[in-house]
C-alpha cells in the first residue's frame, strides 16, 4: 500500500494544529469565563456603592423627618433597571429592620461577611453576595446575584468567544491544503519531466527552481543517469567491438568449409579442416571470454569471497600451463617470497593469473623464458609476471587493457580481451595492476592485491 506524501503532511499539521486549538480554545474559555465573573463581581460592588449613597441621603433628608423606618423602592428603579433586574439587593438598618428590597430579593438577610464577597445558599438558591457597610450609620447593604445567572452569562460569554475561533478551523484547514499543494508542485514537475524521457535520454534533470530538500534526490538522479549512459555506451561499443571481431574468423570458417567440400585432393581437404578446427578452438575460446567479460563487467558482481592462498593458486596454474611452455621450449620459473592469504573470488583469481601466464607464453619466443614470484609489499600481495619477449613500448602500455587491443602482437593469437578481463577482476577486488620493462627486454606486469586486515588504503609503488 502507497502512502501518499501529501496526506502524511497534512496529517501532521492538521493533527497539530488541532491539539493547539483545542488548547488554546479551552484555555481562552477559561479565561472568558473568569474574566467574566470578574466583571460581575465589579458590577456587584458599583450596584452595592449606588445604594448606599442613596439610602444615606433618604435616611438624613425624609427618613428622619417623616419618622418612618422605610424606604420608598421606587427611588431605587434606576438601579434595579440598570442591573435589568438580575441583582438583588436589601437595605438593612443598623438595628436590624429591612428598609428596602427589591422584589427579587428574599426577605431573610442575605448571607455575607463584613464586608466582601461570599457564596452561600438561601433556602434553595445559591447566592454570590457582596455586603457594604456605612460605619457611621451602620446601615449595611447586601447585593447579590443567583449563581445560575452567573453561570449562564459566563458561560454565554466564553463561548461567543470560542464560537469567533471555530470560525477560523476550515479557514486555516484550506489555506493548509493548498500550501502542502503548492509545496508538492515540484516533486509532480520532477516526475513529469522523468516521465516524458525517451529511453535513452540521459540528460541530466534541471535543478533550476527545485526546493532545496530534493535536489539529493535530483543529484541522485542524475548519478544514475550517468551510471546508465556510460553502461549502455560501454555495451554498444562492446557489441559493436564483438561483432567486429567475429566476423572475421567465421567468414575464414565458411572459406575453409567451402574448400574443405569442394577439395578433390584429400591434402588440401585435410589442411582446410585442421585450419577449420584450430579455428573452432580459437572461436569458442573468444566466445568464452566474451561471456566472462560480460559477466565481470556488470553492474552487480556477485562476488563469492572466501580465504584464498595466492602462492597456492600459482602452483595450480603454472601446472597446467606447463605443456604449453614446454611445447615452445620457454623456461617457466616460480618464485614464492611470501604465501599471502586473500579474502577475494577463487574464480576470478584464477582467472587473472592465467590469462597473465598464458600471455607471457604466447609472446614469448621459443627458447625463452617466463618468472612469476609472489610475494607482500607494504601490507598487499603482490603477484609479478616477467616474460623475454619483445615488450611493448611505453606509449602504447595504456592501450593494453582496451578490449580486442593486440599492440601489434597479432603472431601470438588470442582475442585482445585477456587484459581487459584481468583488470575488471583485478579492480573487484580494489586492487590494481602495472606494465613495465622487464630486465631482460620483455614484460613486467605487477598485481597488487588488498590483504584482508589493510583493507583499500593506498597502494605501495611498483618500485617498492
Known sequence: ???????????????????????????????????TAELLDAELRRTASVVMGMSLHELEEELLSRGTRTLDIAGYENVVTSAEAKIAFQVWLANGQLAVRTDNAPLTPLPST?????????????????ALVDARTGIT?????????????????????????????????LMTWIGVGRAMEPLGRLTDQVARRQPHDFSAVGLKGSPREIEPL????????????????NTRRFTADAAHELRTPLSAMAVQTDVAILATDEE????????????????????????????????????????????????????KLEDQARARDIRLTVTVSAEPLLLADETAIHLVVRNLLDNAIRYTP???????????????????????????????RERLFQRFY????????????????????????????????ADGGGLAVTVYLPLPKTGIGGRPSAKS
Open 1 to 35: 500500500m502507497h502512502v501518499s506524501l501529501r496526506r502524511r503532511f497534512l496529517t501532521v499539521m492538521l493533527s497539530v494544529f488541532s491539539m493547539a486549538w483545542i488548547a488554546a480554545t479551552a484555555g481562552i474559555y477559561l479565561d472568558s469565563f473568569h474574566e
Open 114 to 130: 463584613t464586608g466582601g464577597f461570599v457564596d452561600s445558599a438561601v433556602g434553595n438558591e445559591y447566592w454570590r453576595v457582596y
Open 141 to 173: 447593604v447586601r447585593v447579590g446575584e443567583h449563581e445560575s445567572v452567573r453561570h449562564k452569562m459566563s458561560s454565554d460569554v466564553a463561548f461567543r468567544t470560542v464560537l469567533s475561533l471555530m470560525v477560523i478551523v476550515p479557514i486555516i484547514g
Open 218 to 233: 535530483i543529484n541522485a538522479l542524475n548519478r544514475l543517469f550517468t551510471c546508465l549512459k556510460l553502461a549502455f555506451e
Open 268 to 319: 588440401v581437404r585435410a589442411t582446410a579442416l585442421n585450419y577449420l578446427k584450430k579455428s573452432i578452438r580459437d572461436m569458442t575460446q573468444l566466445v568464452h571470454q566474451l561471456l566472462t567479460l560480460a559477466r565481470w563487467d556488470g553492474n552487480v558482481i556477485d562476488l563469492h569471497r572466501c580465504l584464498l592462498n595466492l602462492a597456492e593458486t600459482v602452483h595450480a596454474v603454472v601446472s
Open 366 to 396: 621459443v627458447g625463452g623464458q617466463v618468472s612469476v614470484e609472489v610475494n607482500v609489499v607494504a601490507g598487499y600481495a603482490t603477484l609479478h609476471v616477467a616474460d623475454t619477449g619483445p615488450g611493448i613500448a611505453p606509449e602504447q
Open 406 to 437: 593486440r599492440a601489434g602482437r597479432s603472431d601470438g593469437g588470442g582475442s585482445g580481451l585477456g587484459l581487459s578481463i584481468t583488470q575488471r577482476c583485478i579492480e573487484l577486488h580494489q586492487g590494481t595492476i602495472e606494465i613495465d620493462s
